[in-house]
T-cell receptor
């Protein structure tokens, strides 16, 4: 079945450092890919999305490119801030199967220190 | 535009009891999804409702059920609560045919 694998955390960075969180997926159909962020004590916020190969999603300085050849959707940010400390989830939705569900990776905790 | 709302925020129940969680989708959204986020188990899909019908359910026992009302709000019911039902229950909504899901703040359920 479809699955999403994220790099294990926690990831600890200093403010203004470069961030990469790796995400790879397995899907039999044509997935849409998403990154969600969860701040402590809150629900999930949609951070960015991509619906087809080579699409680049971007929002709030974060970017991720849908790479079909490597089945990857890595999240990047050039300069992180303390306020970016949160748990980041990579997810996919298989449009061809129309199950409605999002399949999530296990989440990666990011801690940014001043 | 108001986001997805959920109630209550927190809930403490005893094993064997029943609980009802509520969700109101974003205006204009007709699909509602329920997920369970249990410690150590990640985010698991529970149920999908669209236009008042159950469209899909995840790998959960029948004591997890729900419904969607004509105004597209939804309830999740859990009967015969077990300790392992302790989790954050997240509701999400989307426009019909869209794969973008927007989440509410969740209901934290603790079963003692």
């Amino acid at each position: 079945g479809d699955s999403v694998t994220q790099m294990e955390g926690p990831v600890t960075l200093s403010e203004e450092a470069f961030l990469t969180i790796n995400c790879t997926y397995t899907a039999t159909g044509y997935p849409s890919l998403f990154w969600y962020v969860q701040y402590p004590g809150e629900g999930l916020q949609l951070l960015l999305k991509a619906t087809k190969a080579d699409d680049k999603g971007s929002n709030k300085g974060f970017e991720a490119t849908y790479r079909k050849e490597t089945t990857s959707f890595h999240l990047e940010k050039g300069s992180v801030q303390v306020s970016d400390s949160a748990v980041y989830f990579c997810a996919l939705s298989d449009r061809s199967s129309n199950t409605g569900k999002l399949i999530f990776g296990q989440g990666t905790t990011l801690q940014v220190k001043p | 535009e108001a986001g997805v709302t959920q109630s209550p925020t927190h809930l403490i129940k005893t094993r064997g009891q029943q609980v009802t969680l509520r969700c109101s989708p974003i205006s204009g959204h007709t699909s509602v999804y329920w997920y369970q986020q249990a410690l150590g188990l990640g985010l698991q899909f529970l149920l999908w409702y669209d236009e008042g019908e159950e469209r899909n359910r995840g790998n959960f026992p029948p004591r997890f059920s729900g419904r969607q009302f004509p105004n597209y709000s939804s309830e999740l019911n859990v009967n015969a609560l077990e300790l392992e039902d302790s989790a954050l229950y997240l509701c999400a909504s989307s426009r019909q045919g869209s794969y973008e899901q927007y989440f509410g703040p969740g209901t934290r359920l603790t079963v003692t």
